[in-house]
Structures are given as structure tokens and as C-alpha cells.
């Protein structure tokens, strides 16, 4: 079963192989961008803008929100990434949503999505989001299947981006 933790330098190490398992893939919306620098400075920067991103008294550019990150850790392996945006801005609203997430590679079809949601849930609605907007692609069965699972509803297509709601405060059926 996973885990949900914050970013930190105790898991460079297991980081480091997650973001190398995913490639050149994009890490979806888990505010990751492959293919990234692993190199020990390179993370030290990330994990800095990571943690300064949730912190409310930075002010974010016009085009960002807040945002806190967690990784999927399973024992002392990091196994995916989880990224929830405070806010939306006009194109989180159609098209990123609240809460994005990404599974790395040679983890995938094992419930690290659906569990990862399910834990995150929680921790939106005590940034304030009881109403959370999850989006994948329409092509995306497994992501949608994820959502579905957690409670999501659709309300439509737009682009080609499912857009689900779910009642954070409500567990799903």
C-alpha cells in the first residue's frame, strides 16, 4: 500500500529512479515536466520550488497557483507523483484541473493512481476544496477509471479533456 509524503531530500535516491523510469514521458498534471535533471543540484532547486509553491506568503505569477505536491511512496521506493493546485485559473479550469497525478511506468495497473487520489481527497478539503476538479485525457481509460473510482462525475468534454467533479467531502460509494 502506498504512502503519501511530502517532497524531501531523505528520498533523493528513490526519486531519482521514478523520474528516470518515466523517460522522456510527461509526468501528466503532477506539476513534474520530463524529461528532468536528476543531478543532486538540479533536485535541490526542484524540492526548494516545490516546497515554496504551498507556501501562501510567495506570491505566484499570474499564470500559477499554489500548489502541494506529495509522492507515492511504497516502502523506500517512490512510485508516482501527486500535485494539488489551490486555485484554478481560466485554463486549470478547463483543462488541468485541481489535483494531477502521474504513476511511473513500471508501476502502472497496480491501484497507485486510485489509492493516491482516494488519500489526496482529504488533504483538498482541508486546503479549503471540497468540490475538486480531476481532467484526463479522453483517450485516458486508465486515469478515467481512477477518477470514476474516486467518486468522480462527469460534467463534459472540452478539447478532448474529460472534466470530473468530485465531492471531496463525500466518500465515494
Known amino acids: 500500500m502506498i504512502d503519501l509524503v511530502p517532497p524531501t531530500p531523505a528520498l533523493y535516491d528513490a526519486w531519482a529512479a521514478c523520474v528516470v523510469d518515466f523517460g522522456a514521458v510527461h509526468m501528466d498534471g503532477s506539476g513534474h515536466h520530463g524529461p528532468m535533471d536528476t543531478a543532486r543540484p538540479a533536485f535541490d532547486a526542484y524540492l526548494a520550488e516545490r ?44 483543462q488541468g484541473g485541481h489535483v494531477g497525478y502521474a504513476v511511473r511506468p513500471s508501476r502502472r495497473r497496480e491501484g497507485h493512481a486510485t489509492a493516491a487520489l482516494a488519500r489526496t481527497l482529504p488533504l483538498c478539503v482541508r486546503l479549503g476544496i471540497a468540490r475538486v476538479l480531476v481532467t484526463c485525457a479522453e483517450d485516458n481509460v486508465g486515469s478515467r477509471r481512477t477518477i470514476e473510482r474516486n467518486g468522480g462525475v462527469l460534467e463534459d468534454v472540452r478539447a478532448g479533456t474529460l472534466r470530473f467533479w468530485i465531492d471531496a467531502a463525500r466518500p465515494p460509494a
Do not use: K, N, Q
Open 51 to 94: 516546497l515554496r509553491e504551498a507556501d501562501h506568503a510567495w506570491e505566484p505569477p499570474a499564470d500559477r497557483v499554489h500548489a502541494s505536491y506529495r509522492w507515492m511512496v511504497e516502502g523506500d521506493e517512490v512510485v508516482g507523483f501527486v500535485g494539488i493546485r489551490h486555485r484554478l485559473t481560466p485554463f486549470l479550469l478547463e
